[in-house]
Each structure stands twice: as structure tokens, then as C-alpha cells.
């Protein structure tokens, strides 16, 4: 039986339940290059481009900015963007998807997580990238009892993390489905995955200061889930730089910030009262508000109106 997990806890002050992640903003230091990625082997399409940055996305939001900066390098044992996760509509787009990656030859892990079906890769820079879509009738996964948890939809129980079964998955390609098509207009980012330097500052934050609803902390596997209208997660955290993982140097490759979009400018002026009356620091853009987390990963909340 296919029981939907439920959130952990759920804050006395929740964020809209129609809020969702808006695009992940990369520091590179090979634009061109990058560029090139992110259409050729991702599937992306370029927004636009101002001077030494771009903006990517599927024709209509965007998923992805880039900006390069000289002298720039990659950094380990930080904290900082674990993955961003690309959420397509459905199976046919991530068989095609995988099935470009396998024709490129370009290295890949195509997993089943039983909840979800998923893809996760590098860039050509290191940051990793998940590109996933939804299954929820093969059963769920998240976190219970401290635990995560994958259950499949006959009852058995599975570790979450198993291979995928590509010959099924390239059951919903047809001969005249072009590997090489962009990603759907309604791609989307699904979530972002954070290092962290503390699970229990981390969920204070994201939960009790911001209102996202608590999906579960696994302490054990050191990861926690929270997310906006009971999704199963829309930011992930965890621990495997290390406990206390300081923020990555100035000169570093990788996130800059992600954006979380509210419905509107009225949730956006009822979150900036939250963060005032929690003592949450936030600074007055012309996107939106910016913040750090605890363990100084930004955030901006936005609107589709920006």
C-alpha cells in the first residue's frame, strides 16, 4: 500500500504552501564552457547573457544562472550546494535525458529511489546536479522515526538508493523521440541540497524561523528534509562535510545563492514581518529578500513578479 509520509512537525507560522524553489545562481570559471554544458548535454536553453554571466532555464523560468569570475577554484570539506535538482514531468523526459548522457558517453548514476526516479551527474566544474521526476504509485521515501525510509508500493522495503531499471525507463521512449530535444517547458527545479555545518541550527532555521514544514531529520545519516505545502523535499541538509564545516572562501567555485519563490508580493512583505520578529538578517534587493543560513548558504526569497 502507497502511504504518503507526512511532515515531522509543522511551524505555528508556515510558509504559503505554493511556494517553491526558483533557480540556482552558480559562481564558474569557464562560462563558455559551461554555457555549452548546460544546453548540449543538460538540455538547457540560454535566457540570456549579460557580459560575463547567463541565465538558463526551459523557455520559461530561470533554472540556472552562471557568472564568471577569474581565479576561482573548488573548495572540499565545506559547506555550501550538495546537488540542485531538476524536476521533469515525467518518465519519457528523464529516459531521454539518460539516454543523451549514455550516447555522450558522459558519466552518469541513474538511481531509483523508489519515490522518485533519478539521474545525478557533474558538471564540468564539480557542482553536482540531480535530474529527477516523480513516482509515487512505486511506493514512498523520506523519513521515520529518525530513519529514512523507503517503502515500495507492495508493502517491501527498500534501501531508497537502488539501481535503476533502464530497461523499463526506455520503455517510454518511441523511435521517433529525439534524444538530443531540450528539457519541457515545465521543468522545473524541484529542490536544492545543502552542506550544513549543524542539523539542529539548520532546522531551527528553515523551520521554526521560516515556517517550512519539518519532513524529518535522519540523524544517523546525518541528512534533514524541510519543505512548503508537505512535499516530500523541497531543501535537503546534511552533515558529510563534517560537523561545524566552515563556509566555502571567497574565491570559490559553486552556489552563490538559490531563490525560493512565494506566490506574491503579499507573501513575500509576510515573510520579511517573520524574519523581523524572529531575528532572522536579511537585506532588501531588487529581487528580494537576502539571507544566510546558518551555516551561511544564501538564500533569496522571490516572487514570479521579479
Not at 536544492?192 to 528553515?206: C, E, G, I, K, Q
Not at 540523524?219 to 561545524?244: D, K, L
Amino acid at each position: 500500500m502507497n502511504t504518503v509520509l507526512q511532515p515531522v512537525a509543522i511551524s505555528d507560522f508556515q510558509i504559503h504552501p505554493d511556494s517553491w524553489p526558483g533557480y540556482v545562481h552558480l559562481t564558474v570559471a569557464n562560462l563558455e564552457q559551461q554555457i555549452a554544458f548546460y544546453q548540449n548535454t543538460i538540455g538547457l536553453q540560454l535566457h540570456g547573457r549579460e557580459g560575463k554571466s547567463a541565465r538558463l532555464g526551459a523557455g520559461q523560468a530561470d533554472l540556472l544562472h552562471l557568472t564568471e569570475v577569474s581565479g576561482v577554484r573548488r573548495y572540499r570539506g565545506t559547506t555550501g550546494l550538495y546537488h540542485m535538482a531538476f524536476l521533469l514531468p515525467d518518465r519519457r523526459e528523464l529516459a531521454r535525458v539518460i539516454g543523451r548522457f549514455l550516447n555522450l558517453k558522459y558519466t552518469n548514476y541513474p538511481t531509483d529511489h523508489i519515490l522518485t526516479k533519478s539521474v545525478y551527474l557533474d558538471d564540468l566544474e564539480g557542482n553536482n546536479i540531480e535530474i529527477y521526476t516523480e513516482s509515487p504509485e512505486d511506493g514512498v521515501f523520506g523519513v521515520e522515526n529518525g530513519n529514512i525510509v523507503a517503502r515500495r508500493a507492495d508493502g517491501t522495503i527498500s534501501d531508497g538508493r537502488e539501481p535503476m531499471d533502464l530497461d523499463e525507463m526506455f520503455t517510454h521512449l518511441s523511435a521517433n523521440d529525439s534524444l538530443d530535444a531540450p528539457m519541457p517547458l515545465e521543468t522545473k527545479m524541484g529542490h536544492v541540497h545543502l552542506f550544513v555545518a549543524d542539523l539542529n541550527a539548520t532546522r531551527y532555521f528553515y523551520h521554526e524561523q521560516l515556517g517550512m514544514g519539518d519532513m524529518g531529520v535522519a540523524r544517523a545519516f546525518r541528512m534533514g528534509m524541510v519543505s512548503a505545502g508537505g512535499y516530500h523535499h523541497h531543501i535537503g541538509y546534511n552533515t558529510w562535510q563534517g560537523a561545524g564545516a566552515p563556509p566555502p572562501p571567497p574565491n570559490s567555485l559553486g552556489m552563490r545563492y538559490f531563490t525560493f519563490n512565494l506566490p506574491n508580493a503579499g507573501e513575500l512583505n509576510r515573510m520579511a514581518e517573520r524574519m523581523e520578529q524572529t531575528g532572522v538578517t536579511f537585506d532588501r534587493l531588487d529581487e528580494g529578500l537576502f539571507i544566510r543560513d546558518p551555516s551561511q548558504n544564501g538564500m533569496i526569497f522571490s516572487t514570479p513578479e521579479f
